[in-house]
Each structure stands twice: as C-alpha cells, then as structure tokens.
C-alpha cells in the first residue's frame, strides 16, 4: 500500500530536549516537504526536499533541520524544541512539478 | 504577496449541494488542488486543475478559472460524513521548489441532518 508513514503520532515533552520525528514514504517519490498546522493559519511548509541531499528551506524553517540521505526518509529535527513549536506537523511526498502530495497521518507535538 | 482566500465556515443540509469558493493571488501557477481533512486526520487529495474548466469526480466537481484566479469545489448529495474541512492549495513554488503547495486556511463544512 502507497503511503507515508511518521512516527511518533503523539509526543508530550519539555523545553530544550531534543527530538526528532520520522517520515518515510514507500513511493519512490523524489520531492518530500514537511508542514505545521495551527488554527487560523493553515498548512505552512517548514523545509522541503528536492532529492536525496537537497533541502532548503520552507516559509517558517527557524528552529528546525532536516536532513535527506536516502530517497525515502525525510526527518524532522528539533535541536532545542520551544513552546511555540507545539503543533500538528505533516510530512508529505509527490513527484515535483505534478500530481498530488500524499500526506502522512500527522504528530502531535506539545512542547512544555 | 500570495494569498489564498476561502470561507472560514459554511453550513449545508444532508442531501443537498454545496459550493466553496476559493481565490488565489500566487507568483507562479502550477495547478491547483482541493483536499479534505477531517479534524486531527491528515489531508486526503480530492481533485485537481491546471486547465480552465470543470472536473468532475463522482459527487465532487472542482472548477477553475486561471484569468479571474478562482476556483470553486461543488460536493453533491450531501451525506452527514461530508463534515470536514477543505483545503484549496496553489502549487505555486516556482522552478527552485516545484512541488510546493501553498494553502488556504479552509473551510469548515457542517452538514446538518
């Protein structure tokens, strides 16, 4: 079965402890991209990937890394999490330039 | 700047028709997506265009057109499991981030019995 797959679903921790949440797609998909959403702002994109070892940056990338060594993972890095960091992030893949993003199941992220 | 605009909320009876409306201003137009998201469940991909004029898929129907930059998603016979929020998103990145999507906000749809 396509999908993508992020783990953890939910996490509960406390300022400056670093975490990092997983993302990895069965699709063979080149381009990969991670989002945050809040109410009343929407999906905002965090970090993308083009391919393997290129990344760059989203609109709202300040507190987080990402890194791409292989096609199908895509992690999301938190060195020092924040409360303001608490949200629901999605990891997403597709083929650049067409087709739709195919959207993991989200975590949940409360920073204490 | 890019900016999307839809309806923050919109209320409909089971059976029924309903329209969305969507507006975009984007420095590049790559397509144009519409995606349903239940609440704390991820994005579901329901239709796109990148050409002017009607899809239609089943129950949901989505129009474009790219001159006026708007877009409209028509969902049919209304069912009670219709209740969710739609996204409309703009794939607009450009050439260096070809597969980004900007987003609405959404809008919340209630389908009452």
């Known amino acids: 079965e396509a999908q993508v797959t992020q783990n953890p679903r939910y996490l509960i921790t406390v300022t400056g402890k670093k975490l990092t949440v997983t993302c990895s797609q069965n699709?063979?998909?080149?381009?990969m991209s991670w989002y945050r959403q809040d109410p009343g702002l929407g999906l905002r994109q965090i970090y993308y990937?083009?391919?393997?070892?290129?990344?760059d940056k989203g609109d709202v990338p300040e507190g987080y890394k990402v890194s791409r060594k292989e096609k199908r993972n895509f992690p999301l890095i938190l060195e020092s999490p924040s409360p303001n960091q608490t949200s629901l992030y999605f990891c997403?893949?597709?083929?650049?330039?067409?087709?739709?993003?195919?959207f993991g199941d989200g975590t949940r992220l409360s920073i204490l | 700047g890019q900016n999307i605009d839809q309806p923050t909320e919109m209320t409909a009876t089971e059976g029924a028709i309903v329209q969305i409306n969507c507006t975009y201003q984007?420095?590049?137009?790559?397509?144009l997506f519409w995606y349903q998201q239940h609440a704390g469940e991820a994005p579901t991909f329901l239709s796109y265009?990148?050409?002017?004029g009607l899809e239609e898929k089943g129950r949901f129907s989505s129009f474009l057109s790219r001159s006026k930059g708007y877009s409209y998603l028509l969902l049919k016979e209304l069912q009670m499991k219709d209740s969710a929020s739609y996204l409309c998103?703009?794939?607009?990145?450009?050439?260096?981030?070809?597969?980004?999507?900007?987003f609405g906000q959404g809008t919340t749809l209630q389908v009452k019995p």
């Open positions: 990937s083009m391919n393997v070892e290129v990344t």
């Open positions: 265009n990148v050409l002017d």
């Open positions: 984007t420095s590049g137009f790559n397509g």
């Open positions: 699709m063979n998909h080149e381009y």
């Open positions: 998103a703009v794939r607009g990145g450009g050439s260096s981030n070809t597969g980004k999507l900007i």
């Open positions: 997403a893949s597709s083929n650049p330039g067409f087709g739709p993003q195919h």
